[in-house]
């Protein structure tokens, strides 16, 4: 098994920036694809990025591409997102999610633990 703790999130004004962490614990961390989600209230939790078990590998949904940038280290059993020009819409719960596959993993059912969820607001 595999032991994530997203955190980072918090309250930030439209155009600022947050940098989310997530820490991994347990089995070997660079056997996992890990994977950004997100959830806004009443709506479907969807991927935000994933990252390849190499970090060579990225994908970004289309609503982030350019703002947000997905990078692990694995050394630190380590994920991070780090989310700059920030939009009321991006407020959700954000999670981290590991999938254990050599692929790129981008739909919720590929993912096989998650983290607990960290709460990220934008004010306009």
């Known amino acids: 098994q595999v032991q994530l703790v997203d955190s980072g999130g918090g309250l930030v004004q439209a155009g600022g920036s947050l940098r989310l962490s997530c820490a991994a614990s347990?089995?070997?961390?660079?056997?996992?694809?890990m994977g950004w989600f997100r959830q806004a209230p009443g709506k479907e939790r969807d991927i935000v990025a994933a990252?390849?078990?190499?970090?060579?590998?990225?994908y970004y949904d289309d609503s982030v591409k350019g703002r947000f940038t997905i990078s692990r280290d694995n050394a630190q059993n380590a994920l991070w997102l780090q989310m700059n020009s920030l939009k009321p819409e991006d407020t959700a719960v954000y999670y981290c999610?590991?999938?254990?596959?050599?692929?790129?993993?981008?739909?919720?059912?590929?993912?096989?633990?998650w983290g607990q969820g960290t709460q990220v607001t934008v004010s306009s």
């Open positions: 999610a590991a999938a254990h596959t050599t692929a790129l993993p981008t739909s919720r059912v590929e993912y096989d633990y």
């Open positions: 347990g089995h070997t961390f660079n056997w996992y694809a």
């Open positions: 990252i390849s078990r190499s970090g060579r590998a990225t």
